[in-house]
């Protein structure tokens, strides 16, 4: 059994920063990409940014410069630090992590944490 635990998320105003952290806990082998998601209300899920085992960081241009991604591989963790946060940041925000559990074989999987409210008042 695989968990991803979110924290973190709020009400902030424009201008303001937030700290989404993310917990990987459970049987797991190994992790490959950890990464943050956001769905908007009537919008589609999209990448916010990722970063690999080796601390490779990849950044969606809307956020690019305001936000950082990282990462510390012994406690399977993931944080999104969030900077001169924008009304259009206002989403559900997911942890997602491509992992490889144990006794499943060597193949990864895409596991989702259960979102966090991220709400940026203008």
Known sequence: QV????????????GGS?????????????INAMGWYRQ??????????SITSGGSANYANSVN?????????????VVLQMNSLKSEDTAVYYCNADLIPLGLGLYSYD????????????
Do not use: H, M
Request: aromatic share 6%.
């Open 3 to 14: 968990q991803l635990v979110e924290s973190g998320g709020g009400l902030v105003q424009a």
């Open 18 to 30: 937030l700290r989404l952290s993310c917990a990987a806990s459970g049987s797991i082998f190994s």
């Open 40 to 49: 908007a209300p009537g919008k589609q899920r999209e990448l916010v940014a």
């Open 65 to 77: 410069g305001r936000f950082t991604i990282s990462r510390d591989n012994a406690k399977n963790t």
């Open 111 to 122: 596991y989702w944490g259960q979102g966090t409210q991220v709400t940026v008042s203008s």
